[in-house]
């Protein structure tokens, strides 16, 4: 079965550089979700997009911008990279009409380092 | 606002023994769905089981049972006859409320398991 897909899988990048992390999700999911993990913690909550709208927005800086593109991949891009945005990125899908019951499929994953 | 509280850090089992993972939440959502996550060393999250709210009978996927006491807002993870590669990073997470893509996960700190041979 198809899985999300996340380019690129591992990227060091330096302070101050933009990065660009891509997602595809599983076909016919139309709704996707970012989440940043620190070294040692959990996952947090960034942003959500349904039918390319922002859904849901939670802790994400204001330096990082993400959407929703019209074949439902995603992009997240982060500007003016710090060294705390050192993290695991996670893309996760699902379809919205499963509604809470609904699971989230994670990606592999993003692991960004900035120097 | 819906929270996971995941009170052990670290947990040891013997090779073949049962192990319980505790996991407490809280939510003010009538519906809502209880999700518990491997993480091994190389990082990816692997999905186990899946408890929703309204669910009569606990959750079972092969090893893996979820001990759901709705009252107590508890959802511990059973998993039977451990083996060495069930060593790893377990979080669990909750998802309420919202429509269309508000569905977030809120996880917990997470438990870090460790089989021993």
């Known amino acids: 079965a198809a899985g999300v897909i996340q380019s690129p899988r591992h990227l060091i990048k330096e302070k101050r550089e933009t990065a660009t992390l891509k997602c595809y999700p599983i076909p016919r999911h139309d709704t996707v979700y970012w989440y940043q993990q620190g070294p040692g913690q959990d996952p947090q909550f960034l942003i959500s997009?349904?039918?390319?709208?922002?859904?849901d927005k939670g802790s994400i800086p204001d330096r990082f911008s993400a959407q929703q593109f019209s074949d439902y991949h995603s992009e997240l891009n982060m500007s003016s990279l710090e060294l705390g945005d050192s993290a695991l990125y996670f893309c996760?899908?699902?379809?919205?009409?499963?509604?809470?019951?609904?699971?989230?499929?994670f990606g592999p994953g993003t692991r960004l380092l900035v120097l | 606002a819906q929270k996971i509280t995941q009170t052990q850090p670290g947990m040891f089992v013997q090779e073949k023994e049962a192990v319980t993972l505790d996991c407490t939440y809280d939510t003010s959502d009538p519906s809502y769905g209880l999700f518990w996550y491997k993480q091994p060393s190389s990082g990816e999250m692997i999905f186990l089981i899946y408890q929703g709210s309204y669910d009569q009978q606990n959750a079972t996927e092969g090893r893996y049972s979820l001990n759901f006491q709705k009252a107590r807002k508890s959802a511990n993870l059973v998993i039977s006859a451990s083996q060495l590669g069930d060593s790893a990073m377990y979080f669990c997470?909750?998802?309420?409320?919202?429509?269309?893509?508000?569905?977030?996960?809120?996880f917990g700190k997470g438990t870090k398991l460790t089989v021993n041979p």
């Open positions: 997009f349904y039918e390319k709208m922002q859904s």
């Open positions: 996760a899908s699902s379809a919205a009409e499963a509604g809470p019951r609904g699971n989230q499929y």
């Open positions: 997470a909750i998802r309420s409320g919202g429509q269309g893509g508000s569905e977030k996960l809120v």
